[in-house]
């Protein structure tokens, strides 16, 4: 494999490739012996890189923003996601799942019911840890919603056909 190849053309690659494919195979019996809390701590640091590198880009800094983000991913994201995906999984466990149909059928289900659930919630409890009213985390679904929706398909739709 791709291993043996850096190990004899680049002997040091080759240790960090085996590094590598060690830790990812720790990573995956980590998900399957303990999904909640892996993913909880990936969607965690996934929320923190995020939010640091947009702040970055934007030039702002906003020391709230971290540990704020860090709590949405691990402690909502994470959670509703393994669960939903783990369902979902079961739901369609007599289907195909190399047929194009089977994936197809997937992502409109995690689009059309998934995907709204999610991106509620995340909006409604992203205005709770900022300190915001109810009236005014409704008013910002309402005028927000659509437009946050339809950024989710263009990103998450195709992402899921690939994966």
Not at 1 to 16: E, K
Not at 134 to 155: C, D, P
Request: charged share 15%; hydrophobic share 45%; proline share 4%.
């Amino acid at each position: 494999g791709i291993s043996s190849i850096f190990r004899r053309h680049w002997p040091a690659a080759g240790v960090q490739m085996d590094k590598l494919h060690s830790a990812l195979q720790s990573y995956d019996a980590a998900v399957l012996s303990r999904p909640f809390a892996t993913n909880m701590a990936t969607c965690g640091l996934i929320s923190m890189l995020s939010e640091l590198l947009r702040q970055r880009m934007l030039g702002v800094r906003d020391a709230a923003g971290v540990p704020r983000q860090i709590l949405l991913g691990s402690c909502l994201v994470a959670p509703m996601s393994t669960s939903w995906f783990s369902m979902l999984e079961r739901l369609f466990q007599s289907w195909d799942p190399s047929q194009l149909s089977t994936v197809i059928c997937k992502m409109s289900c995690e689009q059309a019911v998934f995907a709204p659930v999610i991106n509620t919630c995340f909006m409604t409890f992203q205005g709770v840890l900022e300190g915001r009213g109810g009236q005014e985390i409704a008013s910002e679904l309402s005028r927000n919603f659509w437009t946050v929706q339809k950024g989710n398909m263009a990103v998450w739709a195709p992402a899921n056909l690939i994966s």
